[in-house]
């Protein structure tokens, strides 16, 4: 059963480009939650979503930023318009459809930079 | 703003040493976890214990939860240079869908 996957693993992007992030969360998961981490801190909680619906987005920023869990494929985290406040690392973690009470699996994370 | 808050912000110790990080919450919780993160990698899940536990041992780590407190500390014991990493705590809110909340965390450097 193969892990969480994210790429791409590095995303270099000038300012004013898109990002896209993807996650494919393990098999048989269906929770999905992206968490932001900028340098020498704790992850910050963004969005929380399952199949075809956004449960909680109280950590996006209101602008720019979108993700999707679609039906079929990876969760997409988009970022658009990219400035240097952007530069982070973007973790991807996922739990089974069981209950709340469950371990989140990460995934190794896609590290942008924005020149 | 963050929940977690761990102590110390950073730990140095000799190999064969005991470390011990502390984190407390502010809010009632489901449960508390704890991470290890490897410079610039993933995040390892080590342990999880709920609101209803008071200690859980895995291995080398030995994870205590006081309520009354918002507090928990997790000890490894017998250091070894390959636990040299941060460690993050991480709860979830009573209230919640299932999002962590993560402290700053405590970087451990063990020395071999």
């Known amino acids: 059963n193969a892990g969480v996957m994210q790429n791409p693993r590095h995303l270099v992007r000038r300012r004013g480009q898109e990002a896209r992030l993807r996650c494919s969360p393990m098999?048989?998961?269906?929770?999905v939650y992206w968490y932001r981490q900028l340098p020498e801190e704790g992850l910050k909680f963004m969005v929380y979503?399952?199949?075809?619906?956004?449960?909680?987005e109280s950590g996006m920023p209101k602008e720019r930023f979108s993700a999707e869990f679609p039906k079929e494929g990876p969760s997409i985290l988009r970022i658009q318009q990219v400035v240097r406040g952007d530069s982070a690392a973007y973790f991807c973690?996922?739990?089974?459809?069981?209950?709340?009470?469950?371990?989140?699996?990460f995934g190794p994370g896609t590290r942008l930079l924005v020149l | 703003s963050q929940q977690g808050e761990e102590d110390p912000q950073a730990l140095s110790i000799q190999e064969g040493e005991n470390a011990t990080m502390n984190c407390s919450y502010k809010?009632?919780?489901?449960?508390l976890q704890w991470y290890r993160q490897n410079s610039g990698r993933g995040l390892v899940h080590l342990i999880l214990?709920?609101?209803?536990?008071r200690e859980k041992h895995s291995g080398r780590l030995r994870v205590t939860l006081d309520t009354s407190k918002k507090s928990s500390s997790l000890l490894i014991t017998a250091s070894r240079a390959a636990d040299t990493a941060s460690y993050f705590c991480a709860t979830e809110r009573s209230s919640n869908t299932g999002k962590l909340i993560f402290g700053q965390g405590t970087t451990l450097q063990v020395k071999p």
């Open positions: 098999k048989g998961h269906s929770h």
């Open positions: 809010t009632s919780i489901n449960n």
């Open positions: 973690a996922s739990s089974p459809y069981i209950g709340l009470q469950e371990t989140q699996y």
């Open positions: 214990i709920r609101s209803n536990e």
């Open positions: 979503l399952q199949k075809e619906n956004i449960i909680d």
